[in-house]
């Protein structure tokens, strides 16, 4: 009798294991399969876009708020939003309707942060700075030294000091990278006080000659990728774009600062 009780408690303490075992393997299995998956269905797009067009070039495929829908990211910057079969794309804007009635938009947000990152990570010595004299804030300006509206900008740059608003000038010569107005914008760049030799090409037109590895062409091709396609386009801190020039007031208005 004990014997057979012995071998019975054996047998349940086993089938016991066993399914503890099974269970375990299970949910390991299980976790596993839902990775594999949300990973097949990112790359499953990108290989059936980039398959189907040849010259696409995908940087990233995310999920978004809207179920069943992913955010594909070019390498060229620009964003489809594509089903998880990669059947139906759309090119626009992805809008949020609040619970509180207001409409947001995602893509917009989504990209200013992109840009404000990309504009943080340019080395200073890459820019041509007009510090404030108590900076409150500062603007990073795509210019171009043949452009009316830049050099009524650039008169503006002492009262924008004043008000604390610190100057980064980018390059982005609107005739190309290969231009003659690249070419001046680079000496510009290489000269000793860039800064200087800046403000006496819009208030002159002269530009002394200098020769450098200067960023010009890199800046223009970033400008492009950022959306810009007139001068000055100015960004704020947050990636936010204000496309022109009107008025200091109007800036410092846009800025907060007024």
Known sequence: MNSSLT?????????????????VLLVAAFAFSSSVAAKTV???????LETS?????????????????????LDSGAILFSDENAEYL????MLNFTADKRIVNLSQQK?????????????????????AKNQKTSITVFTDISCFYCKKLHKAIPELQDNGVTVKYMAF????????????????WCAKDNAKAMTLAKQTGRVKANECSSPVAEQFFMGNKLGVNATPTIFMESGEKVAGFASVGDLLNTLGLQ
């Open 111 to 131: 990209f200013q942060k992109t840009v404000a990152k990309t504009l943080a990570a340019v080395p200073e010595k890459d820019l041509i700075v007009y510090p």
């Open 42 to 48: 990112e790359q499953s797009i990108i290989d059936k």
């Open 7 to 23: 071998f019975w408690c054996n047998v349940q303490q086993s089938l016991y294991k066993a399914t503890r075992l099974v269970s």
């Open 90 to 93: 759309m090119v626009g804007e």
């Open 53 to 73: 067009m040849a010259k696409l070039k995908i940087a990233s495929v995310v999920k978004t708020p809207w179920p069943g829908m992913f955010e594909v990211t």
């Open 173 to 188: 010569p609107r005739a190309g990278a290969n231009s003659d107005i690249a070419q001046q914008m680079s000496a510009i």
